[in-house]
Nanobody
């Protein structure tokens, strides 16, 4: 059974930095894409950033230039380095993976972590 386990978020002051990590564990044949999404109270879930196993990245407009995503394919782990944090970055951050399980006959599927709270104080 595949699981995504996120590192603990936390409370940080505006302008500060925080690094999140997410490990995909289980019987994984191939990871296609891993990424991060976030949801603030009363708002829809939005894309933060995602990265393909080959290294191609995509960022949400609100985090471009401040956040950086990277992946360790050998460890099935994705990292999100968040710099110059703003109060509007406060949200629950969810790890996502599009991956293929060993023995799957139905192709790759989406998996989600449980979410980790990031709070940025002004």
């Amino acid at each position: 059974q595949v699981q995504l386990v996120e590192s603990r978020g936390g409370l940080v002051q505006a302008g500060g930095s925080l690094r999140l990590s997410c490990i995909a564990s289980g019987s994984i044949a191939k990871v296609n894409v891993m990424g991060w999404y976030r949801q603030a109270p009363g708002k829809q879930r939005e894309t933060v950033a995602y990265i393909a196993s080959g290294g191609r990245t995509n960022y949400g407009d609100s985090v471009k230039g401040r956040f950086s995503i990277s992946i360790d394919n050998a460890k099935n782990t994705v990292y999100l380095q968040m710099n110059s944090l703003k109060p509007e970055d406060t949200a629950v951050y969810y790890c996502h993976a599009d991956l293929l399980e060993v023995g799957s006959w139905s192709g790759a599927h989406d998996y989600w972590g449980q979410g980790t709270q990031v709070t940025v104080s002004s």
